[in-house]
């Protein structure tokens, strides 16, 4: 039985919908509304399905992103979203011929990298997909932090006040901006993700979340720093119980991410604080009187970068000494392999095709890990996954690629 791959029309939409519902174990109800924000969301040109007698059993969307890289610039990404394939046609090749189809599309269309959040590790290394940022979360116990709960006032001045989802729509844009400016894996929010996330739409099997948003503005006035949170509270032995459910809580300054932690840790009846997915080296437990205070829940891959434009990816990040290093990038798709040179400093880069030996042999999916400077060449190369063809090479690229912090990647797509 062969399925029909194709980018979808209007009259799809609805049996689209209702596919990827069933792909990630969701009721199978679509509304009109659910449909009317697919179709004003989705790039129909970038929107496949897989056909069979009529209906739809697989899905695929991309769509552009900007994803912020070392020094703070942006490159443009395939986002790659939506994959589902109906249990009954599963492991036929669908998602091959999916994908294939999609990263061909980008690379010709010019896009530097392509970006996914694997929902299962095991998945998407076959098609040159490396995970190149991590995340953790941590519960912390409220009781544990030693605190002053006068800490609801931030230590080093400035405010915090409530602010309502309309008014986050009208500041959070420029605030994201910034924070993006200053953090590698940071990727770009269209004003749909503002509209979706502060309650303006829902889709009806979007979980309802009444969304409490606190605002850190430094002693100047600037807003620095956002939290978006739910509680989730009981009345326990006599007495209250809650835990605050951290969505998403950015800041463009340790002082804001300070006043915002302290804030949230201080609230009365809040017993938790569950963090969500932070970066692994968050200052988060280090804001607390306790560090232990703040138990580790999770920690896990989560941004994965598929490389599609080596040159334009390594000129586009910083480095920070003079160095250069010779990669035979290896790209079973033949999309992005090859061999380059790349020629860095603190001024800038250079990075070229050359016919010299290669220091490091590495897939294409081992850059998209090294790439934002989370893994390092060493310990991809002691699994086995790098081969280091020149001596000193490992050290080189460790010294070239390498960040002092962690990429971090805070939203879901
Ligand atoms: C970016 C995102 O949207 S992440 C969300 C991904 N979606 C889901 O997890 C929803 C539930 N799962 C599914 O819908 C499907 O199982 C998918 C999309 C993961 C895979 O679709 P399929 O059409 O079955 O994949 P396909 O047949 O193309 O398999 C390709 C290869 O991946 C392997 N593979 C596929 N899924 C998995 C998995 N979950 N775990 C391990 N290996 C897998 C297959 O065995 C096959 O291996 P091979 O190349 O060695 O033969």
Redesign the pocket.
Known sequence: MSSEIRTIGDDDLHDWSVAVLA???MGPTVTEEDVAFRRGNYDPERTLGAFDGGRCV?T?RSFTQELTVVGGARVTADA????????T???????????ANDLRAAKDRGDAVST?????????G?YGFGPATHTAGWLIDTARTGLDPRHAVPEGGGRIDFATGEEVRGFGPALHDRFRARKPGAVSRGERWWLRNTGAIRLSHDPKLDLHHAVYRSPSGEIEGLASYTYDSTWTAGRPDATAQVQRLIGTSPAAERALWQFLCSIDWVQRVDTGRRAPDDLLPHFLGDPRAAAIQEIADYLWLRPLDVPRLLEARTYPVAGSLVLQVEDRAGLAGGRFLLEAGPEGASCTPTTRSAGLTLDVGELGALYLGDATATRLAALGRIGEERPGALTTADTLLHTARRPWCPDMF
Do not use: D
Request: proline share 6%.
């Open positions: 792909g990630f174990l697989a695929l790659v979203s939506t994959v589902t394939v109906s249990p046609h599963r492991r036929r090749g669908l998602l091959t011929r999916m994908m996914l959040i694997a929902a299962e590790y095991p998945i998407y076959r």
